[in-house]
C-alpha cells in the first residue's frame, strides 16, 4: 500500500505557472506508474498525464500537451507535474494517483490507478 499526499496547488493569473508536487510513502514507490487526474466542478475526474515506473516514458492529455511536464525522483519518493501558460480552464482539483500493475508503462484511465492522494486545488484567474 501507498499513501500519496498532493501539494504546490494555489491561485495563479492566467499565463502563470505551478509546480505540483506527490509525496508517497509506504511500499517502494518505484513500484508504481504514476497519474494526474483533475476534475473540475460538474465535471468528471479526467486525465492530465503520467509517467512509468522508472520515469523513461510519459503522456499528457492534449489539453495540456505542450504545457505540463511529469517527472519523478524515485529516491526521493516524489513525483511533480510543472505546468506552464495556465489557463482558466485549467482550475481544478488535481489528484495524483499510483497503479500497482508492473511492467514500463504508464496509464489514463482512472480505474487502471489503485491508489489516489486527497487532492490539490488549482484556480487560475483570468
Known amino acids: 500500500q501507498v499513501q500519496l499526499v498532493e501539494s504546490g496547488g494555489g491561485l495563479v493569473q492566467a499565463g502563470g505557472s505551478l509546480r505540483l508536487s506527490c509525496a508517497a510513502s509506504?511500499?517502494?514507490?518505484?513500484?508504481?506508474?504514476m497519474g494526474w487526474f483533475r476534475q473540475a466542478p460538474g465535471k468528471e475526474r479526467e486525465f492530465v498525464g503520467a509517467?512509468?515506473?522508472?520515469?523513461?516514458?510519459?503522456s499528457y492529455a492534449d489539453s495540456v500537451k505542450g504545457r505540463s511536464t511529469i517527472s519523478r525522483d524515485n529516491a526521493k519518493n516524489t513525483v511533480w507535474m510543472q505546468m506552464i501558460s495556465l489557463k482558466p480552464e485549467d482550475t481544478a482539483v488535481y489528484y495524483c494517483?499510483?497503479?500497482?500493475?508492473?511492467?514500463?508503462?504508464?496509464?489514463?484511465?482512472?480505474?487502471?490507478?489503485?491508489?489516489w492522494g486527497q487532492g490539490t486545488q488549482v484556480t487560475v484567474s483570468s
Open positions: 509506504g511500499r517502494t514507490f518505484s513500484s508504481y506508474a
Open positions: 494517483a499510483a497503479a500497482d500493475r508492473g511492467g514500463s508503462s504508464w496509464y489514463e484511465i482512472p480505474w487502471q490507478y489503485d491508489y
Open positions: 509517467i512509468s515506473r522508472t520515469g523513461g516514458s510519459t
